[in-house]
Nanobody, 127 residues
Framework: QVQLVESGGGSVQAGGSLRLSCAASGYTYRNYCMGWFRQAPGKEREGVAAIDSDGSTSYADSVKGRFTISKDNAKNALYLQMNSLKPEDTAMYYC?????????????????????WGQGTQVTVSS
């Protein structure tokens, strides 16, 4: 079955960096658009970044220029490099795979369109 497992979260001071990883298994990873979402306490889950099967990327304005999404098809891995972290980036971060192969997705694509989710990894940024 499909499995997504995130890692790399932690606690950092403002201005620091973290690299999140998402290991995928159980499906043809490279054919699916992948996304990173985050959810802070009391807030809705929001899209942070997405990468299509062809490698096209999109970012939320709040992270553009600071975060970079990438993937390694050979390793079935998705990454989120987060630089210049801010306290407002504090959230649980989730990776997700779109439910339809070869379907385009963007950072603003509804979470409902993503059929597979990891368990999340916590990112805490202190000021």
């Amino acid at each position: 079955q499909v499995q997504l497992v995130e890692s790399g979260g932690g606690s950092v001071q403002a201005g620091g960096s973290l690299r999140l990883s998402c290991a995928a298994s159980g499906y043809t990873y490279r054919n699916y658009c992948m996304g990173w979402f985050r959810q802070a306490p009391g807030k809705e889950r929001e899209g942070v970044a997405a990468i299509d099967s062809d490698g096209s990327t999109s970012y939320a304005d709040s992270v553009k220029g600071r975060f970079t999404i990438s993937k390694d098809n050979a390793k079935n891995a998705l990454y989120l490099q987060m630089n210049s972290l801010k306290p407002e980036d504090t959230a649980m971060y989730y990776c997700a795979a779109h439910r339809t192969p070869y379907w385009r997705c963007y950072y603003y694509t509804s979470p409902r369109d993503f059929g597979y989710w990891g368990q999340g990894t916590q990112v805490t940024v202190s000021s």
